[in-house]
């Protein structure tokens, strides 16, 4: 009688795990958050930058992140466009306005890199 038990709890599993490994192959298996963070950043990458090699703009802070050097950018957006600022002064907190020049573009022109300037 066990045996026949283990059996069928056995069956049970291997059908769930089948229908969940086709509803991942398959791509329903993302949130509609995750979908739409997935079609926000394709969206991105087709898209021009709003901000050219030498545009001085003015931008708020939303964070602070640490490059792969150690050195901490601020991360500030352009209509949406990431842009990761260096040089960051002492006392700088998120929300503060800068002034930021912009340096260069990473490979696929998704975000670019920015020397602060000046706090506003």
């Known amino acids: 009688m066990l045996g026949v038990a283990s059996l069928l709890l056995g069956a049970i599993v291997i059908v769930l795990f089948g229908s969940w490994l086709i509803k991942r192959a398959r791509g329903d298996g993302r949130s509609t958050a995750q979908q739409e963070s997935f079609e926000r950043h394709k ?4 898209r021009d930058p709003p901000v050219d090699i ?3 703009r003015q931008v708020a802070v939303q964070e602070f992140t640490e490059h792969h050097s150690g050195e901490q950018q601020a991360l ?3 209509e949406g466009f990431v842009v990761f ?8 907190e998120v929300g503060d306005v800068i002034e930021v020049k912009i340096l260069s573009f990473n490979r696929g022109h998704t975000s670019a890199t920015a020397t602060i300037l000046d706090t506003v």
């Open 76 to 78: 500030c957006k352009v």
């Open 43 to 46: 969206a991105a990458q087709e």
């Open 85 to 92: 600022a260096e040089d960051v002064p002492p006392g700088l």
């Open 54 to 56: 030498g545009d001085v």
